[in-house]
């Protein structure tokens, strides 16, 4: 069974709890309408359950089949640059709207979320943030990512289903077994 | 040199250490590839059930996008499955796949018959990896359930382990 080998760290990019039992990794890609399917299912599980689930997603993006999945990416990071919370809020907009990716969108999306879109340009123009993706993709494949969404539960690839029900079900299971340890 | 023999099903899916036996496929409608093409350089077989499955980056996606990787092993992939020929070039056209797909297609499944990893109940082949060395010989091989995309992390830790000289002999 396939395995995360890169350990969540501080340069992570995470949501929810911190000392949560359960961190739930998702590999992604923003052009990809599974992963835009599966977006308001980690949303909910996260609200769900604040104290139990951490989510960190890792960029996956599919360059041959995805136009623009690169360059969103790094957006996701430049925008994260400027404050963690721009990461996420950049995250759920691309998400939101795939039809939105081209470079002329994005700048208009720094600008609606109040970035300093010239530096945010700058990165983008420079690709500054490109070897950190691929540095996640590369990971990626070290751990067995086999197509976008690919979730890791508590560093065990998750090869079931990322509909609401079953990713509850794997989720509850994992923190049913932490809590089970205790 | 890689076995030229032809014709010998295999019951059960080939392990590190046995001789890959050589096939002759379409890779086009005009175009046919052999295992014996590709003497002295590392290959990986990927069988898979069939083009089109509906997903973003389904294996055959996936290991387009880190070719790279796997040729800076010198390894060559090739897919394999059980679809016709001019199935396989509108699937290379749809997905801009840059390595060849071999039409295991007549006779059926002779190829993956011959590595045992043909499903006889629904006519297609395993999901089936198979890292052979320059001289023919199996150095990993690994069948994944049927609906799950094995990846990429066996192939490229097979390929690293035969870099570093652990390979198995026949």
Redesign the interface.
Known sequence: M?GL?IPVDAEDHAAGSSDAPVTLVEYG?YE????AAAHPVVKTLLSEMPSDLRFVFRN?P?????EHAMLAAQAAEAAGSQGEEHFWRMHDEMLEHQDQLDVINLLATASDLGLDVSRFRTDLEASRFRPRVEKD??GG????????PTFFINGVRH?GGFDEGSLRQAIRAAVGIHSGSR | MHDTKTGQAAERPLQAGERAPDFSLLSTPDQRVALSDFADRAIILAFYPADFSP?????M??Y???LS?FNSFGAQLLGISTDGPWCHAAFVQA??LRFPLLSDFEPKGDAAKRYGVYRHSEGVSERALFVIDGSGIIQWSYVS?IG???????I?SALERMKAGHEVHS
Not at chain 1, 32 to 35: A, G, I, R
């Open positions: 396939s080998t890609d990809c309408p599974h992963c996956f599919l360059t041959q089949i995805h993709f590369h494949v070290r751990s067995g990512v086999n197509g976008t090869d | 997903v973003c980056g389904d294996q996606a996936l387009n996008e880190i990787e997905r801009k359930p799950v995309n094995p990846g990429a992390d066996g490229l």
